[in-house]
């Protein structure tokens, strides 16, 4: 069964579970031939809910083996173990998940698809509940007052409760797992699964190396109904990443920070790891591959004379390379630390400049105001005293920036760890303070820097591109635009 065929029977699963029809949701899950961790958990849940301990207890044992470091699903077999008052191997599965933990507070398991909060603290205790039923009321109490110092939330006061009880010797209720709440699969690899209208335009991109001789296709474009065709994009906007690579065999993720590819694929490397994993970029998303399922595509004058038909892959693909675990996190408590000026960390800010064109990097927050400029300075590879910024793109005495802003109101703006910066060279003048467009036709475009906007917005114009490209702002947001979509108002008509 490929990736895609499970991918559509977990999400068919999903739908009949959020109408509360459980049993056609296991009947499909059960259906699936390969299923990943998170689908033997969701598996074990359902079986949960009917009462099937037995089968619900190999499921999440599946699950695991699957998946080492699933820290909900040691929770869940640790509950199911309770619930069959086998309290030792209950004990045993919650010291494994407070384990995953790796001294976290809590995991927030949403960005991987599933919309729970394992606390650390939740954990301990019902690892001290465990101990209680056994007699073991000492080690029960030192769960407890351990777990008091992973406490979170005034909510989580379960933990002095179940302290009190433990100091009298009497039982308390164990933290249960809500077993209707399922992981659900990757919206993004869903959506792949929709029908689409592949004959947009393919548009040829030419790269600005010097000597570079590669040349390839952007993503299509949505089609415009009625509309002008598209002017040639930037190409400094347009310049691809990182190194090419051919997919030799099937790779099917199974954590978040992975990516689903096929043979045939071309993808580009971004940086390959000790661990003999790849990060990549492939349709516009970045993630994670083993380098070991790819084929550096060597692109040239030379190699274009022999291309032809190349011998077909090894049947089988290779073993997967095991992950690092000082790297990558399987959890959402850790970070795919490989994608450079994306992240941020808690004394990191991701800067966006707004220029001709757009780009973004990573500095210390609270940083001087010499180390942003020189940081810019030579993303731009302008000298700091031909550059102006400012914290909006009208330039006026309060959001200027230069050698006497107090720095500190700058960084104050930046919102989860993120803040856009204006850039101007000092030789620009502003002709365009006044002048507006309405838009002839809508346009959208997948491409993050590009300004999307409906038939008759007005938009704003900050800066001419080239003779084909604006940059303007509409309802709030900054991007480029073809001009042949627009058309310029005069004065009196704003």
Not at 59 to 74: M, T, Y
Not at 258 to 283: C, H, M, R, T, Y
Not at 425 to 442: C, M
Request: proline share 6%; aromatic share 10%; glycine share 4%.
């Amino acid at each position: 069964m490929s990736y895609m065929d499970t991918l559509r029977q977990w999400d068919e699963a999903i739908s009949y579970a959020d109408k509360q029809d459980f049993s056609n949701a296991l009947q499909i899950f059960l259906s699936i031939q390969e299923p990943n961790s998170k689908i033997y958990f969701d598996i074990g849940c359902l079986l949960l809910l009917k009462q099937d301990l037995e089968a619900a207890e190999k499921a999440f044992d599946d699950s695991i083996r699957k998946d080492e470091h699933l820290a909900v699903a040691f929770f869940q077999r640790g509950i199911t173990f309770y619930r069959k008052e086998r309290y030792e191997e209950a004990s045993s599965d919650f010291h494994h998940a407070f384990k995953a933990l790796r001294g976290n507070q809590l995991i927030d398991y949403k960005a991987l698809g599933l919309r729970y909060k394992l606390y650390a603290c939740e954990v301990l205790h019902n690892m001290a509940l465990s101990e209680a039923q056994l007699g073991h009321w000492l080690k029960a109490q030192e769960h407890l007052v351990k777990a008091l110092d992973y406490k979170t939330e005034a909510k989580l006061s379960i933990i002095d409760k179940a302290l009190q009880s433990t100091l009298k010797q009497k039982l308390f209720k164990p933290v249960v797992f809500p077993s209707n709440v399922l992981f659900i699969p990757n919206k993004h690899y869903v959506a792949e699964l929709e029908k689409k209208d592949y004959l947009g335009k393919a548009k040829v991109v030419a790269s600005v190396v010097p000597q570079d001789e590669f040349s390839g296709f952007a993503p299509l474009q949505p089609q415009v109904q009625d509309g002008p065709a598209c002017p040639k994009e930037p190409e400094v906007l347009r310049a691809l990443e990182g190194e090419p690579h051919t997919v030799l065999f099937e790779f099917v993720p199974e954590t978040s920070d992975e990516l689903a590819v096929v043979p045939g694929n071309i993808v580009f490397v971004l940086q390959k790891g000790a661990d003999n994993w790849a990060s990549v970029i492939f349709n516009e998303r970045r993630g994670l591959v083993p380098y070991n399922y790819l084929e550096r595509l060597e692109i040239s004058l030379a190699s274009k004379k022999n291309w032809g038909i190349s011998e077909p892959p090894r049947q089988e693909p290779p073993i997967r390379p095991q992950r690092n675990p000082g790297a990558t996190m399987r959890d959402n408590s850790r970070e795919d630390t490989t994608h450079k000026d994306v992240l941020c960390t808690d004394n990191l800010c991701v800067v966006k400049v707004r220029f001709t064109y757009n780009f973004a990097f990573s500095i210390t927050l609270g940083s001087p105001y010499v180390t942003l400029m020189d940081t810019i300075s030579k993303k731009l590879k302008l000298p700091p005293t031909s550059i102006s910024l400012s914290l909006t793109p009208q330039v006026n005495g309060h959001s200027v920036i230069d050698t006497d802003t107090e720095m500190n109101n700058v960084w104050s703006q930046a919102k989860g760890g993120r803040i856009t910066l204006w850039c101007k060279e000092q030789t620009d003048v502003e002709p365009h303070d006044n002048i507006h467009f309405v838009a002839l036709h809508s346009y959208e475009s997948p491409n993050p820097e590009d300004l999307n906007f409906s038939e008759g917005d007005t938009i704003v114009l900050l800066s001419r591109v080239n003779q084909d490209w604006l940059e303007g702002q509409c309802n709030g947001h900054t991007g480029i635009f073809p001009a042949s979509f627009v058309e310029e108002l005069p004065v009196n008509g704003q």
